[in-house]
């Protein structure tokens, strides 16, 4: 049974850094991709980012290229977000998930697991 477990989120100021971490468990994940979505009350859960497990390939979504960076590490089957110069309008709860193959999707419907979320605020 697939299991995702973030960590890390917290209270930070705008200008700061925090990082994410999904630990992964219950598959081997080199067939498929992984994301990082968030939402805010009220608004649909959007996509951050993906990386597909096995190839490290990369894909971002326009408003944190350059100021994110998403990794993995096989050896501890965690995937993580690193986020530098945090906005305040990057406040929201962000989620990790596993995708249904090796393609990357924005789409909420292309992933079959999700972990439970961790809340990122950030002051301004």
């Known amino acids: 049974q697939v299991q995702l477990v973030e960590s890390g989120g917290g209270l930070v100021q705008a200008g700061g850094s925090l990082r994410l971490s999904c630990a992964a468990s219950g598959r081997t994940f080199n067939r498929y991709a992984m994301a990082w979505f968030r939402q805010v009350p009220g608004k649909e859960r959007e996509f951050v980012a993906a990386?597909?497990?096995?190839?490290?390939?990369?894909y971002y979504t326009d408003s944190v290229k350059g100021r994110f960076t998403i990794s993995r590490d096989n050896a501890k089957n965690t995937m993580y977000l690193q986020m530098n110069s945090l906005k305040p309008e990057d406040t929201a709860v962000y989620y990790c998930?596993?995708?249904?193959?090796?393609?990357?999707?924005?789409?909420?419907?292309?992933?079959?697991?999700w972990g439970q979320g961790t809340q990122v605020t950030v002051s301004s």
């Open positions: 990386i597909r497990w096995g190839s490290g390939s990369t």
């Open positions: 998930a596993l995708g249904q193959g090796l393609f990357f999707a924005v789409d909420t419907q292309q992933y079959d697991y």
